[in-house]
């Protein structure tokens, strides 16, 4: 540590009942939930709101069609109903939009095979507004913003949520702090020593040092999370985890009507093709990363594999030059350690504690953007037991989030 943990530089100030590590979107919505529920929350964020992950998404709120592939029907169900409040939240923020699904012959997903699961996405949707799915006339295909035609046997279109993520979050951490949470930016986190009945926590605001002390420690560092566990006093176990870097190029080209899930003729995977402020976005990747979350950067492959991807299916966009690539970016999700291929593995959010009762410190490794808001429950309802008793403020599932 940089400095001794002293209960003699503590002031009532300096007590809190919740202290959250990062402003991403997940220690956003963690300190909204905490707020609403009357506790007094702070919020030590290094650099900026959505600064990393959380502002290099692929932008979408979607229950996740192709999670439906591993059984993953919890997770769908639960962010398809997500998905749904956020519209109705934050009208603003989060719209539905038009996603095509072209089937060609040599496609390795049939068209039987997603019919069965646009119906299934449709019944986990509960039936609602914006579940249904169409499978386009022939006559409509020559709409398609320059889709090849060439063995294409079917066409469907559903829709989902787009939303700009770095915004979202942002909207997320104005609604916590309308409600009194108190957030300090740019402030370093250092440490943390947990005791018995509360934690103290060390961290940095430009040369200052300061210390406060908090029922309760929220990790949400994103992909450093792990390395937070570091500094953490007694040691925490570290997790099994690794880091995964999805790759997506901001184009200078005409943005498509609507959004396409595209299978990627060299290994099958789904990419996007997507309408960015007028523009294209295209993505993403799964490239394991193997060295610190800050020297993540998009690797010429990954560029490679998303202009092909992209050419494959849009003879418009075969020809980009370096100079129509706007902006390569990547955000690194944090997945647990596997045998299989990363584009397999669970999106289930991690939410580990201390000790299995009254944690003082839990850790949230991974989730989506998506479902932020019910990661925020689950961390509440693990925690409550730790925490004094409070006077609640607002319920996370009907407080409006606004724009800019």
Not at 25 to 51: D, H, S
Not at 265 to 290: K, M, N, Q
Not at 323 to 328: C, F, G, S, T
Not at 356 to 366: D, F, I, Y
Request: charged residues 25%; hydrophobic residues 40%.
């Amino acid at each position: 540590m940089l400095f001794p943990f002293t209960q003699e530089t503590e002031t009532v100030s300096d007590r809190y009942d919740l202290v959250v590590i990062g402003a991403g979107i997940q220690g956003a919505g963690v300190a909204q939930a905490a707020a609403a529920a009357g506790y007094r929350t702070l919020v030590l964020e290094q650099t900026a709101i959505a600064a990393a992950t959380s502002s290099q998404s692929s932008k979408l709120i979607h229950g996740g069609l192709r999670y439906l592939e591993s059984a993953q029907f919890r997770l769908v169900r639960e962010a398809l109903r997500e998905r749904a409040l956020l519209i109705k939240l934050a009208p603003e923020l989060v719209k539905l939009v038009p996603f095509y699904l072209p089937i060609f012959k040599q496609s390795r997903r049939k068209a039987w095979q997603l019919r069965v699961g646009l119906n299934l996405y449709r019944a986990l949707g509960g039936f609602g507004p914006g579940t249904g799915f169409t499978t386009l006339d022939k006559s409509e295909w020559a709409g398609l913003d320059g889709l090849v035609t060439d063995d294409l046997v079917s066409v469907f279109r559903y829709y989902d949520g787009q939303t700009d993520d770095a915004v979202l979050t942002r909207a997320v951490m104005r609604s916590a702090e309308s409600l009194g949470a108190e957030l300090k930016m740019p402030a370093e986190f250092v440490g943390a020593k947990i005791a018995g009945d509360h934690c103290q926590v060390a961290y940095r605001e430009g040369a200052a040092e300061h210390s406060c002390r908090c029922a309760v420690l929220v990790n949400c560092g994103g992909p450093w999370a792990a390395r937070l566990l570091e500094t953490i006093e007694p040691r925490q176990a570290p997790f099994d985890v690794e880091l995964v870097q999805g790759s997506h190029l901001w184009l200078e080209l005409e943005a498509p009507s609507g959004c396409y899930y595209l299978e990627a003729p060299s290994d099958g995977r789904g990419v996007f093709a997507i309408p960015w402020y007028g523009e294209t976005l295209v993505g993403t990747t799964e490239t394991v990363h193997h060295g610190p979350p800050e020297e993540a950067r998009t690797l010429p492959a990954e560029t490679e594999y998303l202009l092909k991807t992209l050419g494959h299916y849009f003879p418009r966009y075969r020809d980009v030059a370096p100079e129509q690539i706007k902006r390569e970016y990547c955000g690194l999700r944090v997945l647990p350690k596997s045998g299989g291929s990363p584009f397999s593995r669970s999106r289930e959010v991690i939410i580990h504690g201390d000790r299995t009762r009254a944690p003082r410190m839990v850790s949230v490794m991974g989730g989506k953007l998506t479902t932020y808001r019910l990661t925020a429950q689950k961390v509440m309802k693990m925690v409550e037991a730790s925490l004094p008793a409070a006077e609640t403020k607002g319920d996370t599932a009907r407080l409006p989030l606004r724009g800019e």
